[in-house]
């Protein structure tokens, strides 16, 4: 498995630990509305409409993020692909230098950060970290990553030495049309395609899904499976709704994460971290293709609503230190 690694550690005497609000820490039942067809809105100003749901049934799912627990001695950080990632290690490495300056190769705790796909590590005998992770819009985050594998950015050359010439050479409509091809004759009918010209589709729900068979046979299970390993996660934010994130982080965890939306804003100030990783040559496809785009990412819009009203229920409660 392919992994990028960081650690950062903290002497415990300089972590002021804050526990999370009671109603966080607790069993709360959200029921959430799974579905199938997706209704679009055009696209407005570059960025992704909002996107409604047409409902099929009703699933119970239970809402209990992580509690930071000290004895579990690291915090992972998964990172998704084309999704602030780089903005958020940026970030958390100037804060660290910053505000959290005495660093200690024996002294817990630490946060790793890689691309992980998710493990259940208690069946290994090992105590289960504290996740915590950023998702982005799915049709914004695959037409970056189309973009991304071809051209690259300022920092990272393109990568497209696994992908065929012939794969290169399409442009995002023709790759749409041909997925929508497959998805039309997939078995059962409109069974999900994971991966086409080079990129990954259902990238966010398969890294949170994890390892299982099923999480790459099975797309309803993959999804619900997604949902479930939440519950392993302190925090899990939106890319859209960064500052946000960093508010929720330097609420639970001021210990580690103090400072952070501070160090984050100076930084769009300058225009420092988001404009170094912006990808090369990017463009949006027009309507038509977006909203095809959207009916193949069904199942993605449907953790991706289900992590954002998680997120916003954590974010109130946060605020208000209910």
């Given amino acids: ?3 990028s690694l960081f650690v950062f550690r903290a002497k415990t005497t300089n972590i002021s630990y804050q526990p999370p609000p009671k109603n966080i820490r607790g069993s709360t039942t959200l029921a959430y509305t799974t579905c199938t067809n997706i209704d679009q809105q055009p696209l407005i100003g570059g960025h992704s409409p909002t996107t409604h749901l047409r409902p099929i049934h009703k699933i119970s799912y239970q809402f209990q993020p992580a509690a930071f627990d000290p004895k579990s001695r690291w915090i992972l950080y998964n990172r998704m692909t084309k999704s602030g990632s780089r903005t958020f290690v940026s970030t958390l490495l100037k804060t660290m230098n910053k505000y959290h300056n005495n660093i200690s190769h024996q002294d817990v705790p630490f946060i790793v950060i890689g691309h992980h796909l998710h493990v259940n590590y208690t069946k290994y005998g090992l105590r289960q970290p504290m ?3 950023l998702i982005r819009d799915p049709v914004e985050r695959f037409i970056s990553e189309f973009y991304y594998q071809r051209y690259g950015d300022k920092h990272t050359p393109a990568n497209f030495k696994n992908m065929s ?7 995002i409509e023709e790759c749409v049309d041909m997925a929508t091809h497959q998805r039309k004759r997939a078995t059962p009918p409109g069974a999900g395609i994971a991966h086409f010209c080079g990129c990954q589709l259902n990238h966010e729900i398969h890294r949170f899904c994890g390892y299982e ?4 046979q099975d797309p309803d299970f993959a999804l619900h499976q997604a949902k479930v390993n939440l519950n392993e996660y302190i925090a899990v934010g939106l890319t859209e709704e960064l500052p946000e994130f960093f508010k929720v982080l330097e609420k639970l965890l001021p210990g580690l994460f103090k400072g952070l939306l501070g160090v984050y804003n100076e930084s769009r100030a300058g225009q420092n971290n988001t404009r170094d990783t912006k990808t090369f040559l990017k ?4 309507n038509k293709y977006l909203a095809k785009l959207r009916a193949l990412a069904f199942r993605e819009y449907d953790f991706y609503y289900f992590v954002r ?3 916003h229920y954590q974010q109130k409660q ?3 230190g209910l």
């Fill in 318 to 320: 946060v605020t208000l």
């Fill in 309 to 311: 009203e998680r997120f």
């Fill in 131 to 133: 996740g915590l992770g």
């Fill in 283 to 286: 463009r949006y496809p027009s």
């Fill in 1 to 3: 498995m392919y992994m």
């Fill in 213 to 216: 068979k099923r999480c790459t």
């Fill in 165 to 171: 010439m012939d794969i290169y050479n399409r442009t």
